[in-house]
């Protein structure tokens, strides 16, 4: 899909709309005078003083709150003004108990709720009914097997005089590869639906583009009924988890010696195993010697971090556009995996533009990880394979999973020794420096897992208890990647900049940098850092960037009403990180700070303005710049309560 690749991006000159270019925003000039610097106020960016709005008084919007937070504001507004509850406003008595002891993390009755936290249980944005559906066998032109027991539409007149309003007048999937698989249901289809409601085909182009590489990673039916029904040869993974449970027992029984501590040499993968097993002289169960692994050189490289919900295909593909080196999928449980589901499959497609490329999972137990191991090295295309030990979500640290084999450094080394058997690719991880603040742990581990056979370490420096709270430990990410050497250490958190970039990278002797919050407030920060500058964006060129990740989103989820949603709902969620972004010629001391936050400001035109709004229903506004008006029974739910703000 050459063409798709090929699609022009925001032009890297400066502000089309008359914005100031970075160096003059910065104020690079070399005889230019530098005026004194106001006193910074620490966690708030400083703003030119021409485009802050002074008195600026918050207002909730509640149609971007959740019933929860809604029944609380109502009681809150009860209590704290009676004429109110004449009005209108009802509460029982258990609920006036519960807000005047502070229950339920209310407030003071006489002080109006604080909107802060997260939301949830999060509805779904958008459920289409299936009768209002077109059936696939319809819109491939065959005749449909189920016949009269069909869910779905076969009306096609009547389909079409109920269809939703087409968004625009080009389809994007129609202009790229030639034939719209989504005919008569596609949103766009004025471009490609004639008289007689045919599908129309481009095919010069449709033939030309089917030479192209297909996006990969994709869940056959004949394997998923393999996976369901458990018939899937796990032969190999299985002898080696029997190897490894078989040392275990003995260990257990005292025939064996204790396991080494962290200060005691571990055996070495490319001579011993740390759990041997019994000699095979099968081909497909001997080990692989490290010599014999496929090799990868992270020097150097711009990693983009796997990122759940937001670090999805058409966002991944953007980023490789502004100069990311390494891209990884979202992170996949090994059990669901196993399992055939489809929408767990779905964070493993691979686009042909990510040349370096990694699929990641999380789990706990030496068997389904290696299982899933040997499954996606015979499955899937990857070029590495990458173990989550830092989701600090207690979820999956309450099941052993994520940080929590931080914990249990032995039976996580197991696991890297096991999953190394199976594989032919480098086996990376990714963790942060502890469980527990103020107690790192990840310079003992990371020893370990290098004799083990991991081929690279992402650390990012923070513990789990520490979340996001306070500036990501450097000083301790230097001590962790000379603890590592000779394996490559990646360092990770608060980068936003090039002089960030430079700053740790060099500080800290890392092989490498991983981007992951940086890269969702500013995708071109790979652009920044690789050409050393600052990029003074301007609003046009990012609603430019805003309209490729759709027209991406058009092509993985689909172009129909179903896909556009989808669509859709990503854009707004990935919004919710980009709003955060300060343009360069508004700051009064480029460059921005990860964890500052800006006072209420306007930007150099309306659209400026509009991007920089935290409230939700703006971003609502910029999506239907792009997808259309939202369907009536549209719901979106911010993350974030204080996005209910406007």
């Known amino acids: 899909m050459a063409a798709v690749a090929e699609e022009p991006m925001p032009s890297l000159q400066g502000a089309a709309d008359g914005t100031e270019t970075a160096e003059k925003s910065c104020g690079l000039q070399d005889d230019e005078a530098k005026p004194s610097a106001p006193t910074r106020r620490p966690g708030v960016a400083a703003i030119k003083a021409e485009f802050l709005v002074s008195n600026h008084t918050p207002r909730l919007a509640s149609a971007y709150l959740s ?36 229950a339920d993390n209310t407030q003071h009755p006489n002080k109006k709720i604080k909107l802060k936290g997260r939301n949830k249980q999060r509805p779904v944005t958008f459920k289409a009914n299936d009768s209002q559906k077109v059936c696939p066998a319809v819109l491939a032109e065959q005749e449909c097997r189920f016949g009269e027991k069909c869910k779905f539409c076969h009306d096609v007149a009547t389909f079409m005089k109920d269809k939703p309003e087409d968004i625009g007048p080009e389809c994007y999937n129609f202009k790229t590869f030639g034939r719209c698989p989504y005919g008569l249901a596609c949103r766009f289809a004025q471009q490609h639906i004639d008289s007689g409601f045919k599908n129309i085909t481009d095919q010069e182009l449709f033939d030309k583009m089917a030479a192209q590489p297909p996006v990969k990673n994709t869940l056959t039916k004949d394997l998923q009924h393999l996976l369901w029904k458990k018939k899937y040869d796990f032969s190999k993974a299985n002898k080696i988890v029997d190897g490894y449970y078989d040392e275990l027992r003995k260990r257990q029984n005292g025939e064996e010696t204790k396991p080494s501590s962290a200060g005691e040499k571990v055996p070495s993968s490319s001579s011993e195993t740390a759990h041997p097993v019994d000699c ?54 090994a059990t669901n995996l196993l ?8 964070l493993l497609k691979r686009h042909h533009t990510e040349d370096i490329f990694g699929v990641q ?83 003992n581990l990371i020893p370990r897992l290098r004799n083990a056979g991991v081929s690279l370490v992402t650390l990012h420096g923070r513990s789990r208890e520490q979340r996001y709270t306070r500036s990501a430990d450097w000083d301790y990410i230097k001590t962790c990647a000379q603890a590592a050497a000779p394996m490559p250490l990646f360092g990770n958190g608060d980068i936003l900049s090039f002089e960030d970039a430079n700053l740790h990278k060099e500080a800290s002797g890392v092989s490498g940098l991983m981007i992951a919050r940086g890269a969702l407030i500013k995708p071109w920060i790979f652009t920044e ?12 060129e990012r609603l430019d960037m805003l309209r490729s990740f759709c027209n991406y989103g058009l092509v993985h989820w689909g172009s129909d009403t179903k896909g556009v949603e989808n669509t859709r709902r990503f854009l707004l969620e990935w919004l919710s990180f980009l709003c955060r972004y300060i343009p360069v010629g508004v700051l009064e001391h480029p460059p921005q700070r990860i964890n500052d936050r800006p006072p209420h400001y306007q930007g150099r035109n309306d659209l400026e303005t509009l991007m920089a709004s935290q409230n939700c229903g703006d971003w609502i506004k910029i999506s239907e710049m792009l997808l259309g008006p939202v369907p009536p029974q549209f719901i979106f739910l911010p993350k974030h309560k204080a996005n209910a703000y406007q």
């Open 67 to 102: 019933s929860d937070s809604k029944s609380k504001m109502q009681l809150s507004e009860a209590e704290s003004n009676p004429a109110g509850a004449e009005a209108g406003v009802k509460r029982t008595a258990e609920d006036s108990d519960k807000i005047s002891s502070g």
């Open 280 to 333: 095979d002289v099968d081909e497909e169960n001997v080990r692989l010697r490290p010599a014999e692994k496929k090799i990868i050189d992270f020097s150097n490289k711009l990693y983009l971090a796997p990122l759940t919900t937001v670090g999805n295909l058409p966002f991944r593909r953007l980023c490789k556009s502004f100069g990311a080196d390494v891209t990884c999928g979202e992170m996949a449980m």
């Open 339 to 346: 399992q055939g589901q489809q929408s767990e499959w779905a």
């Open 361 to 443: 999972i999380c789990g706990a137990f030496p068997d389904s990880l290696t299982k899933c191991a040997q499954l996606l090295q015979e499955q899937t295309s990857m070029d590495f394979l990458d173990i989550n030990c830092g989701c600090p979500i207690d979820l999956f640290f309450k099941k052993g999973e994520g940080c929590a084999l931080m914990g249990k450094a032995t039976k996580f080394e197991n696991i890297v020794g096991c999953m190394n058997s199976v594989l032919d690719v480098p086996l990376t991880v990714k963790m942060r420096t502890g469980i527990s603040d103020n107690k790192n742990i990840a310079h």
């Open 529 to 540: 850092i690789k050409e050393q500058r600052h990029w003074d964006i301007s609003s046009s």
